[in-house]
C-alpha cells in the first residue's frame, strides 16, 4: 500500500482546501513545514469541490486549486466535481 | 507636508547582467523584458546534432534564407515577457468571459434571428480549425526559429491560436445545436467554401523554412482573414441580428489590433536589414497573398453576397498599404 | 468557462471538443509529411485516440489561473527588491547556491521550453501536443521567473553576471547542459520520457522540494516565492509525464523495452546531474533541510518505489541504476564538493571548508562513510588554508565521455578506488565514470563520441579569446581561460573567505542595523 500526496502553499486560500481534504479523507496524515503544507493519504486522496466550497464560503472551480498547489503524487483524475489522486494496483 | 519614506540605501554594484549592459549601456537597470529575452538561448558548443534533423544544429540560423546580424534585434514592441503576456489575456479573457454570460444570462442566442445565426454558424465555426492550423504554425516557429525575441512570441501567437480556437467553439456551444460543431468540421474537411483554405494551411504544415511560414500564416493569412471576418463579415451579422455575434468575438478583433503591432515590427526590422531579406520577404509576401486572396474569395462571396468583391479589393487594399510601409515590395 | 456550458458536457467531452476535435486528418499532404519525426524511433501508436489528458485546462483557464500566480509572485519578488530582502538570507554563502542554479538550472529551462515547443509541434496526437505547448509555455515562465528574482542579486553580488554564456563553456556546466541537448536531440518519444518523465516525474521533487525548502529555511524569500509558485507547474507536467509512459506502454508491448531502456538512461543522467544539487543541500545551505541521502531515501526510494510498484503492471523495472544510486547516495556529495573546492579558482561561485558545527551535521547524517572517507580530507584542507596554503589544483580533470562529470566518482564497492570505464570506438578511446554511462554510450556511440567535453577543449586550445598569445611571455592559461569564461577573475571565484561577498554583505548588514 503506498501513499498518495499533495502539497499545497501555506495561505489563506489553501487553508480552507486543506480542511476540506481532512474532512473527506480520514486517513490524511498532515506535515507542515515553512511556507508549505503536504498532505499523504493511503492509496487514494479526493477533493469534492461541494466540500471546499462549504469551508471557502464561495462558489469555487477546482482548477483553482492550481493557484496554490506545490507538488502531487499518484495518478490524477478530474471532474467537475472531485479531483483524485490514486495508485491502481 | 512631506513624509519621506526611506529604505536602507546601498550601492549596486552593478545594473544589470553584462549581455544586458553590453546592448543598453552598463549605467542604466534593464527591464524585465529585456533581462527575461535577450541572449538567452544557446548559440554555440552544442553537443550532439538533433537525430530528428543532423543536417543542423540545435539552434541554426541556417533554418531560414533570412539573415540578420542580431536575430534579437526583432524585438516585440508589446514587450511581453511570460508575465505581461499571461496579464494581459487575462484581462481579454475576464471580457471575453463577462461577454459569454451576459449573451446567456439575456438569452440573446436564442434570440438572434435564424438566418443570422445560421449565417454566423457556417463562417465562424470551420474557422476554429483554421485557427488550430495557426497554433501549429506558430509551435513550429517557436521550436525551430533563431533567437528568444521572436521565438518567444511564437509560443505566446500559438496559445493564442488555441485560445480562440476554443473561443470560437464555445461560441458553437451557446449559438448552435448539439450537432453544429460536427457539421462544421464536414464542410471544414469537405464543404466547397473551404477547401482552398484548407489547402492553404495544410501547405504551410510541410514549409521548412520558419520565416517563410511567419509570412505566410502571421503576416499574410491573418491580415486579410482577420479583417474580413471580425470587421466585415462581422458587420454583417450585427446588421442582420444585433451585436450577440460580436460579443462572442470580441476577444479576436482585439486580438488582431494588438499582434499586428509585433508582427509589423519583425516584418519591419527584418526587411530594412538588408536588400536580400527585402527581395526574399517581398517574394514570400506576395506569393502567399495572391494565393490568400483566391482561398478566402469563397467565403466571402458567401456571407458578403453581392458586396463580396468591393470589400475583397478593400481588405487587400488596406493589406497592401500596410506592407508598403513595412518596406515590402508586392 | 461558463456554467451553463459546463452543463451541457462533462469536463471529459467538453475538453476533447475544445482539444482534440480541433485536429483532422490531412489530405492535401500526406500526414507523414505533417508530422515526419513521430515514427523513426520505433514507438508504435495505433490509436492516439487513447490518449487520457493530464490536466484539462483550457486556455482561457490557464490565462486567468497563471496571471493570478505571475501577479502574486512579482509583488514579492517587488517587495523583496525594495527592502533588501538579499540581507535576510543567513548567510552570504547561501548566494553561491543561487549561482549555481542561474547558470546551471536556469537555462535548462529554455532549454525545456523548447523542447517541449518541439514536441508540442511533432506528436501526432492533439492531446499531447496541447499539453506539451501548455509545458513549453510554463517552461520560458520559469526561466524568466528565476531571472527576475535572481537578477536584485546580481547587482549586488558576482557570480550571475553571464549566465547564458557561462552555461555553454564552463567545465561543471556542461554535465547539466550536454544533459539537456541530449534530450532534445533524440527523438520526440524519448525526449518525452527523458524530460517529462525521468526528470520531471520520477527525479523532480529531489531537484525542487530541497531547493526550495533551502531557500525557505535560509531567508530567501525571493526564490522560495518563484519555487512554490513554480512547483504548481511542475505538478502539471508530472501527470503529462506519466500519461506519456502509460499510453505509450498501453499502445503496444513491443514499447516496452524501448521506454524500459529510456526509463534506465534517463534516471541515470538525471542522477548525475541533480548530484551538484545534492552537493549544494549538503555543503552550500547554512541551515540545511535534510542531507542529500535523506532527500533520496524519501524521494526516490519511497516515493519513486510507489511508482514503480504502479508500473510494474505493465512490465515496468525500476532502473537498473538505482542501485548503485543508493550505495553512491553516502558518497557523492562529498566527492563532488571536494572537486569543487579544489578547482575552486575556475568555479563561478566561492568555496570553502564547512566550519565544525557543520562537519559534526555531516556525521551524524552519513555515519558509515563521512568520518572514515571524507571528514580528514576536508580538515587538512582547512588546516592548510589557516596556514595560509589554501589548496587549488591549477590543471583540469579528465570528463566522463557521456554525463561530463569530472572522474572523481569511485567504485561502488571501494571508495578509495576511481572508478574507470572505457570502450573503443572507430580506433579511439572513450573514458567514463561508471557502468551506467558506458552503456549509454555502447548502445549509442555515434552520438556521444560528438560532445563537446569542456576540459578537452580547453587542452585543445579553444578555450581562449581571440586575444590570447600563447607564445608570449608569461602566459597564464588559466587566467586566459578565465577570460574565455567572462569570469571578474578575484571576484566570482575563489574561496569564500575574504571575498567581495562576504565583505560587501557583513558591511550593508551593519549598515541596515546600526545608526
Redo the contacts between chains.
Sequence with gaps: M???FI?F?TNEESRCIIDAIIQDNPNATINE????IKIDVPDSLTIKRSTVEEKMGRAF?L??L????????G??D???EEFTLS??? | MQIDLRTVSIKPLRYTFDHIAKRIGADKPASRYLEGTMDIQAVTNFHYRPLWDPKHTIFDTSRTAIKMKDWYALKDPRQFYYGTYTMARARMQEAADSNFDFVEDRGLADKFPAAAAKLALEVLLPLRHLEWGGNMNNMYICAYGYGTAITQPCNYQAMDHLGMAQYITRLGLVLGKDDSLQIAKSAWLDGAMWQELRHYIEDTFVMKDWFELFVANNLVLDGLLYPLVYQHIDKVLDDLGGPAVSLMTQFQSEWFVESVKWVDACIKVSVAESDENKAQLSAWAKAWRDRAIKTLLPLAKHALGTDAESIMESVVGEFNSRAAKLGLVL | MDMRVKKKLGIKERYTVMTRDLGWETTFQPMDDVFPYDKFEGIKIHDWDKWEDPFRLTMDAYWKYQAEKERKLYAIIDAFNQNNGHLGVTDARYINTLKLFLTGVSPLEYMAHRGFAHTGRQMRGVGPRVACQMQSLDEIRHIQTQIHSISNYNKYYNGFHDFTHMHSRLWYLSVPRSFFDDAITAGPFEYMVAIGFAFEYVLTNLLFVPFVSGAAYNGDMAATTFGFSAQSDEARHMTLGLECIKFMLEQDPDNLPIVQRWIDKWTWRGIRVLMLVGTMMDYMLPKRVMSWKEAWEIYFEQNGGALFNDLARYGIKVPKCAEQAGIDKEHITHQTWAALYQYGAATDFHTWIPNPEELDWLSAKYPNTFDKYYRPRLEHWAEEAKKGNRFYTKTLPQLCQVCQVPMFFTEPDDPTKISYRESDFKEEKYHFCSDPCKEIFDHEPEKYVQAWLPTHQVFQGNCFTEEADPAAPGFDPLAELLKYYHFNNGRDNMDFEGSEDQKNFAAWRNESVKN
Aim: charged residues 20%; hydrophobic residues 35%.
Design positions: 503506498s501513499n498518495v502539497a502553499q513545514q515553512p511556507a508549505m472551480d482548477q483553482e492550481q493557484i496554490h498547489l506545490i507538488t502531487i503524487s495518478h490524477l478530474e471532474s467537475d495508485w491502481k494496483q
